[in-house]
C-alpha cells in the first residue's frame, strides 16, 4: 500500500503527486493537456520519442522529445475539477508552458466542422475557476503561446479561427442543450444565443480552468480546438483526418515557444516581441 503524506498536498514516499503519480523529473515544463486518456499515446507518437510516466484514473501522461525540446502530455479528463487536479500536480512538478488540445462545438454559422480555433481567452462558466480567484478575475491565454499556435497554423496550412470561447460546467444543460427527457430552465435558452451575439466562438468545458489556474501561478497557457459540432445549423462531424490538426499545431506551436525561449535565454529579454527575431 502507498505511504502517503501531507493531507493539504498529498505525496506519496518517492514524492509522486497524488492525482497524476508522477513525480520530480518525470514531466517536462512544456505539457500538452488533452482531454480524452486515449489520445496521450497517440500524441507520444508524433514525437521523436516518448514513454508513458503514469496512467491514473483520467490521468494518463507520457514525457519525450521533439528534437531538443523535452515534452509531456497530460490527460487532464472532462470538466473543470479533474483539470483543476492536474494542473496543481503539474505546477509542483515544474510545468511552466501547457496547450490545452481538444474538440469543441461552434456557435457562429461560419465556422465548420474540421477548422481549429485558437482560444485567446475564455468566458468562466465551468465553476471550478471561481474557488480559487473572483469571477471578475479574466481568463486569458498567454500572448505567446496565442502568437505561437497562430504561427504554427499558418505554417501547416489549417483553417484557424482565433477567439473567446465559453468554458460551460455540463455538455448538456451548461451549453443550452436538453437535459435527460428534454428537462429544461428558461435560463438555458438564452445561453446559445446571448454568446452568440457576443462574438464567442464554441462551447468547451476545460479552457477557463487552465487559463484561470496558470494565470494565477505564473505559469503561461493556451488552448486551440478543432470544431466537431457547429450548434447553430446543427451539425456534427468527429473527421477522423481532421480531429488530430490541432495536435499537430500544438506540436509545432511548443517548438516555435521554445526557440523563442532560446532567444530570450540570449538577449536577456524576459518576453517574446517579433523584432527579437532579427538580432
Known amino acids: 500500500m502507498d505511504e502517503w503524506?501531507?493531507?493539504a498536498r498529498p505525496v506519496d514516499e518517492k514524492g509522486k503527486q497524488y492525482h497524476i503519480r508522477c513525480g520530480k523529473g518525470e514531466v517536462a515544463r512544456y505539457c500538452l493537456l488533452p482531454g480524452d486518456p486515449k489520445r496521450v499515446s497517440k500524441i507520444a507518437q508524433t514525437w521523436d520519442c516518448g514513454e508513458m510516466v503514469?496512467?491514473?484514473r483520467e490521468h494518463v501522461t507520457y514525457t519525450g522529445k521533439i528534437g531538443d525540446l523535452d515534452i509531456?502530455?497530460?490527460s487532464t479528463g472532462a470538466g473543470g475539477g479533474s483539470t483543476a487536479s492536474a494542473l496543481e500536480d503539474l505546477a509542483e512538478l515544474g510545468c511552466d508552458t501547457l496547450i490545452r488540445v481538444g474538440t469543441c462545438g461552434t456557435i457562429q454559422e461560419w465556422i465548420k466542422p474540421g477548422d481549429?480555433?485558437?482560444?485567446?481567452g475564455a468566458v468562466r462558466k465551468e465553476g471550478t475557476s471561481d474557488g480559487y480567484v473572483i469571477n471578475s478575475y479574466?481568463?486569458?491565454?498567454n500572448y505567446e503561446i496565442t502568437l505561437a499556435l497562430i504561427q504554427a497554423a499558418e505554417h501547416l496550412g489549417y483553417p484557424y479561427h482565433v477567439g473567446i470561447g465559453y468554458t460551460a460546467g455540463s455538455f448538456f444543460c451548461g451549453q443550452g442543450r436538453p437535459g435527460y427527457k428534454g428537462y429544461s430552465q428558461s435560463f438555458?435558452?438564452?445561453?446559445l444565443p446571448d454568446m452568440k451575439a457576443a462574438g464567442v466562438l464554441n462551447f468547451e468545458m476545460e479552457a477557463a480552468t487552465v487559463l484561470t489556474i496558470s494565470s494565477l501561478y505564473g505559469m503561461r497557457a493556451g488552448a486551440i480546438f478543432t470544431v466537431v459540432a457547429n450548434r447553430?445549423?446543427?451539425s456534427f462531424q468527429y473527421d477522423n483526418s481532421t480531429v488530430d490538426h490541432n495536435i499537430e499545431v500544438a506540436n509545432l506551436a511548443m517548438q516555435i515557444l521554445w526557440d523563442w525561449e532560446k532567444k530570450k535565454q540570449k538577449t536577456g529579454?524576459?518576453?517574446?516581441?517579433?523584432s527579437l527575431l532579427n538580432g
Open 116 to 120: 481549429l480555433i485558437i482560444c485567446s
Open 138 to 141: 479574466p481568463a486569458i491565454a
Open 54 to 56: 503514469a496512467d491514473y
Open 188 to 191: 438555458m435558452n438564452d445561453i
Open 72 to 74: 509531456s502530455a497530460c
Open 232 to 234: 447553430v445549423n446543427n
Open 269 to 274: 529579454k524576459a518576453y517574446f516581441f517579433p
Open 5 to 7: 503524506k501531507n493531507a
